[in-house]
C-alpha cells in the first residue's frame, strides 16, 4: 500500500506523493494538479503538430569541426539537440532505467526512508519550490548532488535495489565525461579554445554536477496536467535520457510548443541559463 503523504520535513504543507495519488485517484485527478487551459499540454494529433524537430547530432562522425558547427548551430538556435554515438554505453543506459525504477517500485515505507526537505532538496521529492497551495506537478523524483566530491554522499543515495548505487556510480561518471566532451564541441563551435566554457564552470573536477530522475505514475487525465510544468534550466548544460518512443518532452520555439520525437539511445542536451543567456523553456506532458 502506498503511503499518502510525507509529515512535512520542512516544507509549507504535507507532501503528497503522486505515485500515491495515482493509486487512489481513480477518474478525477486532483484540482491541484489540474493546469490553466493555456498551460495544458497540445491536444494535437502527431500530424498536425510542427513538423520540425530537435536537431539531431552524430558525436561519432569525423569532422570535427563539422560537429562543431552543428553544435553550436543547434544551440544559438534552439538550446536543444539529440546527441547520437554519445559514448555512454547502452547497457549502462538499460541498466540506470532498471534500477531506478526498481526504486520507484518499492514499499512507500522504504521510499520515505529518503525524503527530501527544501534545505538541499537531495532524496526522493515531489515538489520542488512550490508556495503552500499552489499548482503541483504530476510527478515524483530523486535529486542527488555528483560534483563537488565534498557535495557527494552515497549515504543519500538508496540501498535498494541493491545495483542501484554501483549502477548510478557508473552512469553519473560517463555522464559528467559527455558533459564535458560536448562543453569542448561547443567551445569549438563558438570559436573559442577547447577547453574555455569548461574552465569557465571551474575545470574538469572543480563543476558542479547533479542527478535528477523523474517519476511519472499513471494518470487518468493527462490532458489537463504536466509532469513537469513549463521552465528553464538554471545550469550550464542539462543531458536529460528519456524513455524510447515516449513523446513526452515539449520545447518552445517561436512561441509554438515542438513535442520531441526522441532518438533511441540518444541524450537530449538541453543548453541552460548560464551559457544561452535568455531562457530555454521546456516541458514534461
Same mark, same amino acid.
Given at each position: 500500500m502506498s503511503s499518502c503523504c510525507n509529515g512535512g520535513a520542512g516544507w509549507p504543507e504535507p507532501v503528497v506523493r503522486v505515485q500515491a495519488v495515482s493509486d487512489t485517484c481513480g477518474a478525477t485527478i486532483p484540482e491541484r494538479y489540474v493546469k490553466p487551459p493555456s498551460e495544458r499540454p497540445s491536444?494535437? =494529433?502527431p500530424a498536425a503538430e510542427p513538423v520540425n524537430n530537435i536537431p539531431v547530432v552524430d558525436l561519432s562522425l569525423p569532422d570535427a569541426d563539422g560537429?562543431? &558547427?552543428?553544435? =553550436? @548551430?543547434? *544551440? &544559438?538556435?534552439?538550446? %536543444? %539537440?539529440?546527441v547520437l554515438n554519445?559514448? #555512454? !554505453?547502452? @547497457? +549502462?543506459?538499460? &541498466?540506470?532505467? *532498471?534500477?531506478? &525504477?526498481?526504486f520507484f517500485k518499492q514499499p512507500a515505507d522504504v521510499r520515505e526512508r529518503y525524503a527530501n526537505s527544501p534545505a538541499t532538496y537531495e532524496g526522493y521529492g515531489s515538489r520542488l519550490?512550490?508556495? $503552500?497551495?499552489?499548482? +503541483?506537478?504530476?510527478?515524483?523524483?530523486? %535529486?542527488?548532488h555528483l560534483l563537488p566530491p565534498a557535495l557527494k554522499s552515497h549515504d543519500k543515495w538508496p540501498s535498494l535495489p541493491p545495483?542501484? !548505487?554501483?549502477?548510478t556510480e557508473e552512469y =553519473? @561518471?560517463? #555522464?559528467?565525461? +559527455?558533459?564535458? !566532451?560536448?562543453? $569542448?564541441?561547443l567551445s569549438r563551435g563558438l570559436g573559442l579554445d577547447d577547453g574555455m566554457l569548461q574552465a569557465a564552470f571551474g575545470g574538469e573536477g572543480g563543476e558542479g554536477a547533479c542527478l535528477r530522475i523523474n517519476f511519472y505514475p499513471r494518470c487518468p487525465q493527462p490532458e489537463l496536467t504536466l509532469g513537469v510544468a513549463s521552465h528553464s534550466d538554471p545550469g550550464g548544460m542539462t543531458m536529460l535520457l528519456v524513455d524510447d518512443h515516449i513523446r513526452g518532452l515539449q520545447v518552445r520555439r517561436a512561441g509554438q510548443w515542438?513535442? #520531441?520525437?526522441? #532518438?533511441?539511445? =540518444? %541524450?537530449?542536451?538541453?543548453?541552460?541559463?548560464q551559457?544561452?543567456? $535568455?531562457?530555454? *523553456?521546456?516541458?514534461?506532458k
Open positions: 491536444l494535437l =494529433a560537429t562543431a &558547427r552543428a553544435v =553550436a @548551430e543547434a *544551440s &544559438r538556435e534552439w538550446g %536543444f %539537440f539529440q554519445h559514448g #555512454v !554505453r547502452p @547497457e +549502462l543506459l538499460r &541498466r540506470a532505467r *532498471s534500477a531506478w &525504477r526498481g519550490g512550490t508556495a $503552500k497551495g499552489g499548482p +503541483l506537478d504530476w510527478g515524483d523524483y530523486y %535529486f542527488l545495483t542501484l !548505487r554501483e549502477t =553519473a @561518471e560517463e #555522464v559528467v565525461q +559527455l558533459c564535458r !566532451r560536448v562543453m $569542448k564541441v515542438i513535442t #520531441v520525437d526522441p #532518438v533511441p539511445g =540518444a %541524450f537530449i542536451v538541453n543548453i541552460g541559463d551559457i544561452q543567456g $535568455k531562457r530555454n *523553456s521546456d516541458r514534461q
